[in-house]
């Protein structure tokens, strides 16, 4: 893909330098080249990939193009739409505009899609175990989330809205198909999961119907707000994990970062 990167950028005659980023120099190599003063920044990977460059870049830094080249690329496909990551980086180098982004803030750190509050981070800790094929990790990271999700219930206040629940999702403004969906406002998605029957009801509304259709799911906009528990928080920021203290605070970033665009946003079916 680098290849054909360099060879589509040299089409349009623009200048530039592709580099594969490195595992353990990822951070240093995104930094050097966000250093280097360019107009855009293009990004071929999943929503992970993206944030992490785009919270370096910041809503002072150079243009960002995040193309879809990864496991989970809901970002990507907000912008451009289902079409390849070549076809997209065309069109909007062709007749693309520039864009403000929203974010969410947990803590400081950002997500431009969403995160998932609870117990099921320590999932996405397995699945990277998988990857790595370390299965005897996954196995304790699987076990873990799941002895975790019967013990905790995560009390949250967004707004006016007070109350608890087993597991939160936090949608930014750039991939909520909510109908109350603002630019400054995120959507906080409460579920009450009291056993694997409540959780099949969520996955078949998400299926046929709206999830927020789904019994024991309440959904609340809010521009601000904090989850708290009786231990340690653990979250997935754009399939990212982190773990945070007991209390966490979340805010909406209206002007994140600029991205340039190709077509009007496109909301995921199932964000």
Not at 29 to 38: F, G, H, L, W
Not at 164 to 170: H, T
Not at 181 to 188: I, K, P, Q, S, V
Not at 193 to 217: Q, S
């Amino acid at each position: 893909m680098v290849d054909e990167l360099a060879r589509l950028l040299a089409e349009f005659g623009l200048s530039h330098q592709v580099t594969a980023l490195e595992p353990g120099r990822f951070e240093a190599m995104a930094r050097t080249a966000i250093d280097s003063d360019p107009d855009l920044v293009v990004v071929l990977g999943g929503d992970g990939t993206a944030r992490s460059v785009i919270e370096l870049c910041g809503p002072d830094g150079p243009v960002v193009a995040p193309l879809s080249g990864g496991t989970i690329n809901k970002l990507g496909r907000a912008l451009y739409g289902a079409v390849t990551w070549s076809e997209a980086l065309g069109a909007a180098l062709e007749h693309g505009s520039v864009r403000w982004m929203s974010s969410g803030q947990i803590e400081g750190r950002s997500f431009y899609c969403r995160s998932t509050v609870g117990a099921p981070a320590l999932l996405g800790q397995a699945r990277e175990a998988i990857r790595a094929r370390r299965l005897g990790r996954a196995v304790r990271r699987t076990v873990s989330a799941s002895r975790r999700a019967r013990r905790i219930r995560l009390g949250y206040q967004f707004g006016a809205e007070i109350g608890r629940g087993s597991v939160i999702g936090l949608i930014s403004p750039n991939c909520s198909r909510a109908p109350y969906a603002t630019e400054d406002a995120l959507e906080a998605a409460v579920f009450d999961l009291p056993n694997a029957r409540a959780g099949v009801r969520v996955a078949i509304n998400n299926l046929f119907r709206d999830w927020r259709e789904a019994p024991n799911v309440r959904a609340h906009p809010f521009a601000s707000g904090r989850i708290w528990a009786n231990e340690p928080i653990t979250a997935m920021l754009d399939g990212e994990f982190f773990a945070f203290g007991r209390q966490i605070q979340i805010n909406v970033r209206p002007r994140a970062f600029r991205a340039l665009a190709s077509a009007p946003m496109q909301r995921d079916r199932d964000a």
